[in-house]
DNA sequence: CTGAATCCAGCCCGATACTG
DNA sequence: CAGTATCGGGCTGGATTCAG
């Protein structure tokens, strides 16, 4: 067999992502709720999720700790993302009947097992961000020559 | 040496993770500039850029035939966010001054080593995207039995 | 065909104040 | 300490229309 015609080196790991995609889209309907992408992804992608999972990467925190540890998360969103964490089952809140009350939440086994692919995501951010950040500088410089 | 104190099982992705946060944490400011996870992570939270990442991963793509490949994105939606990923230099943009004229777009180097750990995430994704859909069920039953 | 421009609805999220 | 409730602004993103 020859080269494949694809103009993309076709890696694993867009094969993989070729066929999955094609999987949800092509199937039946193009529900959000059936796409995985959309389902799932939709969560981390939103302002704190990924960050709340790794401050709980190094173990249980409480409230008012991870409250200190992201200093410009408020107590609404905090509150709110934790619950939505929780909802689907990627983290687990404990409360200790103290006075005054304490509340500690931990990675559910599922959650520590989302870390993985994260971290993979977030070294690559870490590698190529100084990449990023120039092509956005060039391509704002073109914009403003024009 | 025994083990560790950690109360979640320490993996690998975990460790790293947990080294990488307290670097952009801790180091100087906090500005979302200077963090990876929030400058690069973000862009990929929005609504539509993993999914023309991954539409992408089989190859160039013109305009029209994106705007059919994920249906339900509006044209407003699809420039957008193809600018933005040009911009991050994830994606390259090539004008065919045909008439009409056609425009095609491809993953860049950069993008296309993006997709690897992108495909990690997805196929987590659809691996627990079961698990998590319980969970959320669970966790809505209690809620309404409250 | 590929886009730009405009208008507008909805929600994301922050600030603040109040409970147990 | 750990939330909840309310208000409001800003931004995301959809529908439509116009242009090259």
């Given amino acids: 067999m020859r080269e494949p015609p694809a103009t993309n080196p076709p890696t694993a790991a867009a094969a993989?992502?070729?066929?999955?995609?094609?999987?949800?889209?092509?199937s039946n309907d193009l529900s959000p709720a059936a796409c995985?992408?959309?389902?799932?992804?939709?969560q981390l992608g939103d302002k704190w999720s990924t960050l709340l999972l790794i401050a709980l990467a190094a173990g249980p925190r409480r409230f008012g700790v991870l409250r200190r540890t992201v200093p410009d998360i408020s107590q609404r969103m905090l509150t709110q993302t934790?619950?939505?964490?929780?909802?689907d089952g990627l983290i687990d809140r404990q409360v200790?009947?103290?006075k005054p009350p304490s509340v500690e939440y931990s990675l559910?086994?599922?959650g520590t097992s989302l870390l993985e692919p994260v971290a993979a995501l977030v070294a690559w951010a870490e590698r190529n961000h100084a990449d990023i950040r120039v092509a956005r500088a060039r391509y704002d410089a073109e914009d403003a020559a024009a």
Wanted: hydrophobic share 40%.
């Fill in 36 to 42: 995985p992408v959309r389902d799932v992804l939709d």
């Fill in 96 to 98: 200790f009947p103290t």
């Fill in 82 to 87: 934790l619950r939505d964490l929780q909802r």
């Fill in 108 to 110: 559910s086994p599922l």
């Fill in 16 to 26: 993989s992502l070729v066929q999955g995609f094609q999987g949800w889209m092509s």
